[in-house]
């Protein structure tokens, strides 16, 4: 499977906030099958965005270039449905 050219993030581990390396992405709430639509989220200017979805908080971090901390909060091919 091809990965993804706009990072999918999750709240899985259920975190309080999820720090993410990119300002646009795709919430998908859980792993699959528990995941919710994905959503598509961009920041624009601001730090923080709510998944409207699932209510998880996401804090724009540059640092992380494009990953999430925690690390198991993005979204692996091998862990997509297929």
């Known amino acids: 499977m091809a990965e993804h050219s706009t990072p999918h993030f999750h709240n899985q581990p259920g975190v309080p906030v999820v720090r993410v390396g990119a ?44 990953h999430a901390d925690p690390a198991e909060c993005e979204l692996k091919p091998s862990q997509a449905a297929a």
């Open 23 to 66: 300002k646009e992405f795709m919430c998908i709430g859980a792993l699959p099958p528990f995941d919710h639509p994905h959503i598509f989220i961009d920041m624009g200017d601001d730090k923080e965005a709510v998944c409207p979805y699932c209510s998880t908080l996401y804090r724009y971090d540059s640092a992380l270039k494009g």
